[in-house]
């Protein structure tokens, strides 16, 4: 806790107080006059745990004596990953081109949308037609978000298995055939390909209605975090300290937008559980 402002990385089992040392942290550092508590950044997944976060650090700083209980300015900033990802676009989205009046879908919403692409195809998707559109819809959601957290473009799925398609080529047959194993495999290479189709389709029509999911919105802002310096100077000139809790389960792009606005010796603590 007495360190210099420095990056640290905590890693411990469920219970065992790494939140309560990330309070304990940000005490330390207001206390001894290192920050500010409008300095202070905490990003975590969901709403209740930045609610739990941000009310444990600011009782731990009422405790300490350094946070007036009667002022609301100046207390530090508990956010999701997600809510961080939509104040970055609305804040900055114009440097890449990316408008702030995008609408966020969720739910409902999105499986409406998916089963319209799906509804709407033309021409025919055999490795699909065994599937009802609704399990078509599903799967299609399910690839765009898997797309978009790992910041893999189509091209580089296709030419994934493009290679893939060949090393099964070159496995050898049984009693003339290709395996069950093979054939499977082969399926599903030609059902990815059409289910590509559709996302596109999908995205179309999120873009034509200018609609956005968390997913689309967290890889807008790891695009934005890398491609405009700026913003990244303003945020590690406006947070000296940043917390990010559950650090294990964060994706590729909230890890290269993490990457590309804090690394470098920035102090940031990540806590984690060893899984």
Do not use: C
């Not at 300490?64 to 900033?77: F, H, Q, R, S, W």
């Not at 690839?143 to 091209?155: I, T």
């Not at 090393?167 to 047959?173: D, I, Q």
């Not at 937008?257 to 690394?263: H, M, P, Q, T, V």
Request: aromatic share 6%; hydrophobic share 45%.
């Amino acid at each position: 806790i007495t360190a210099p402002l420095e990056p640290n990385v905590i890693i411990a089992g469920a219970g065992s107080g790494k939140t309560t040392v990330m309070a304990a942290r940000v005490v330390w550092l207001v206390g001894s006059g290192q920050v500010r508590p409008e300095q202070v950044l905490g990003l975590t997944f969901t709403r209740k745990a930045a609610g739990e976060l941000g009310g444990r650090v600011r009782r731990a700083l009422l405790a300490a004596g350094v946070l007036d209980a009667d002022v609301e300015a100046g207390e530090e900033l508990i956010l999701t990953y997600d809510a961080f990802a939509g104040r970055l676009v609305n804040d900055f989205g114009l440097r890449i081109g990316v408008e702030s009046d995008q609408k966020m879908i969720t739910g409902a919403t999105r499986y409406r949308l998916a089963a319209q692409a799906v509804t709407q195809v033309r021409g025919a998707l055999p490795g699909l037609a065994h599937l009802r559109p609704a399990t078509v819809a599903e799967r299609l959601l399910k690839l765009d978000g898997e797309l978009q957290a790992h910041l893999v473009g189509e091209a580089a799925v296709l030419a994934h298995d493009h290679d893939f398609a060949k090393e099964l080529a070159g496995v050898k047959p049984y009693r003339g055939q290709p395996t069950k194993a093979v054939r499977e495999a082969q399926a599903a290479i030609g059902a990815r390909s059409e289910l590509l189709g559709l996302v596109d389709d999908y995205r179309r029509l999120k873009h034509e209605r200018s609609l956005i999911e968390f997913a689309d919105q967290m890889a807008q802002a790891a695009a934005l975090a890398e491609e405009a310096p700026e913003v990244a100077r303003q945020l590690r000139e406006r947070f000296a300290v940043v917390l990010l809790d559950e650090y294990q389960d964060t994706s590729a792009a909230q890890a290269r937008l993490l990457r590309a606005l804090f690394s470098g010796g920035h102090p940031v603590t990540a806590v984690g559980d060893p899984f």
